[in-house]
């Protein structure tokens, strides 16, 4: 028995890994498309058909692909790094720069996949992809959100990290420091905001005019891992 017998096949999971880092050559010259798809199934010796079967769609599943990739590796460093002495504002800003980070050497592919999620038939696919971020990065800093605030905190970082890749797309500063210093500026932004939003709560007056809202909003769930709540959501109705 030769040593390659021994070895177990790969996972379709293996492969889709090995063409997104192999479709990374090629992205530059032909974007995320097609063509870079089988460029890169020929590059690892894959047969175009099991490329076409791993990502149907072609080049906008291999970006994604690769969107999703850099979003494991955020959620591995935030697992194994302890930021409890950073003031919560400051980890929100960590999480958020480190994901740029992770991608600095590949900020031209990043581009081509920003403009690609800018298409009309696209968009739906780049917004999931930048909640999908925003869910990483309040899972990896431990949020136990169950109710309306597990939307609006990740409605809320969507629309920060959105901003803050576009700023960093046309940031030339050394080693980023300007778009660091935005990421900074933006989470004090929602911060301010949240800090007027206790204000109102702890108002007599506000909190009067919230209680109807508020009981409607409360009975909003975060999506659950059973059949009734693949929905984006859903109303808990105890009543």
Not at 21 to 46: C, K, M, P, R, Y
Not at 220 to 231: K, N, V
Request: charged share 25%; proline share 4%.
């Amino acid at each position: 028995m030769s040593d390659t017998d021994t070895l177990p096949p790969q996972t379709d999971q293996s492969i889709k890994d090995s063409l997104v880092e192999a479709a990374l050559l090629h992205v530059v010259f032909d974007g995320w498309s097609q063509d870079t798809l089988n460029a890169a199934a020929e590059d690892i010796g894959v047969a175009p058909s099991t490329a076409r079967a791993l990502f149907p769609r072609g080049g906008v599943d291999l970006a994604l692909a690769f969107h999703r990739s850099r979003d494991a590796i955020l959620a591995k460093e935030l697992a194994q790094h302890d930021v409890s002495g950073m003031r919560y504002s400051e980890r929100v800003a960590h999480a958020v720069f480190r994901r740029l980070e992770i991608v600095a050497d590949a900020r031209e592919e990043v581009r081509r996949a920003s403009s690609l999620f800018a298409l009309p038939q696209y968009l739906g696919d780049g917004a999931k992809a930048v909640w999908e971020t925003s869910d990483t990065i309040w899972n990896g800093l431990g949020d136990t959100s169950t109710d309306h605030n597990w939307y609006t905190k990740r409605a809320t970082l969507s629309a920060v990290y959105s901003s803050c890749v576009l700023y960093w797309l046309g940031d030339d500063s050394e080693g980023f420091d300007a778009t660091r210093a935005f990421v900074g500026r933006r989470i004090d932004d929602v911060m301010r905001i949240e800090k007027v939003k206790a204000k109102v709560r702890e108002n007599p007056l506000g909190a009067a005019l919230m209680k109807g809202p508020n009981r409607i909003l409360d009975r909003i769930q975060r999506p659950g891992d059973t059949a009734r709540s693949r929905l984006p959501g859903w109303i808990r109705n105890d009543t």
